[in-house]
């Protein structure tokens, strides 16, 4: 058995093509409902990264060509392809527009100021509008998924490696799998998970009811969805703090509310729910998916690897992780858990950009130089 621990949208695409591949799977979380952390806080919009071409950018837009037909098969009812319209975030990027066309994903369509403004923007210089992006229902997404599978509800408070098995500890209770998982987000503390520089940042979001007609979403620095039922989503992640959502009093969102009222008309939006999450990022900002390093016996084994030598990489048996989707968990957990699942079930070579082991090298040997006390 495969236990996945963690209900987010990491995990439930996981155990979703674990099963899929004939795994019997069990989806774990502390929670009882899905979708709890970050993801649940998530306006899902799911949409191409713009920019000058590199691996992150390739990387995201084979995420969303994926995603989106994964979210139109297997949740259509949750996911809505309105078509995102992307604002530069100000003038600097606006002067980069131009330049980062050669990349876009395709299909697009060039928008200018008067497209913008026949749109019911203003203060927009245009942008590019991709018809295919779109948002989703976070919560509904991971109620879906994860409804397909077995669960359990359970806060793990201590891992261990038992007669070839994993022990998931609770407070009174244990779970044994053969292998697991770990799409615990931004929480990565219950093994020694130092190289792959795990960090949060959380946002915010609010749902907000309008009698106007909005038929696109719209990105700058902040993501406003299209209109449905008269309510809209407005989010951001902003914030590099090390805890979740201190307090909820609204002020990120008058933020928001303030830079939204630049471009269009909010003058009716009326707030009806508040959402407050937190994201996880990687060291070098690509996801974090497959096996992961056995820390403590590689360092206590070869000591000198923190002075450089180079030795085989010892990894925990039967552990994997899918980590590190950042602000675009949505478009990149689908392709990266179907990854995961065709390296486990099948042994397929995982991508290198996506390979936790990338960042282990480097961080040994800032180890070495700064002492056994560095952390991220
Ligand atoms: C405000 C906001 C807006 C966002 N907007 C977008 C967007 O528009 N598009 C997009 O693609 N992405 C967006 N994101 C990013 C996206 O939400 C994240 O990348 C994604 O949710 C990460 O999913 P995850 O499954 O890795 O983590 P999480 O959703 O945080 O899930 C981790 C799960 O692990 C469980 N867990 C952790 N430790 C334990 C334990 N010890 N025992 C039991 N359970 C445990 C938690 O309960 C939780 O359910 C946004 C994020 C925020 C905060």
Known sequence: MIAVLGAGIAGVTAAHFLKAAGEEVLLVDRSEVPASGGSGAAGAFVSPKIGKGGPLQELTNEAFAFAKDFYREVTPHAFHADGVLRIPKNPDDEEKFESYEAYNYRPYERWDAKKAQAAGLHNVPGGFFFPEAGDGDAREICRVLAAELPRRQMNVERLEREGGHWILHG????IEAEHLVLATGYE??????????????????????TSRQFPISLHKDFSL??????RVKL???????PHPCLACDGRPLKALEAKAAEITDTSDFRLLETFCGMRSTSRDHFPVVGPVIDVPRMLEESPAIVRGAKVPLIHHEGLFLLNGLGGRGFVFAPLMARMLAEHITKGAALDKRIHPDRLFWKWVRRVGRTGDKDSK
């Open 171 to 174: 407070a009174d209770d244990r």
């Open 188 to 209: 990565s503390d219950l093994l020694d998970l130092r190289y792959l520089g795990i960090r949060g940042l959380w946002g915010s979001r609010g749902d907000y009811s």
């Open 225 to 230: 969805s299209s209109s449905r039922e008269r």
């Open 235 to 241: 989010g951001a992640t902003h914030v590099k703090h």
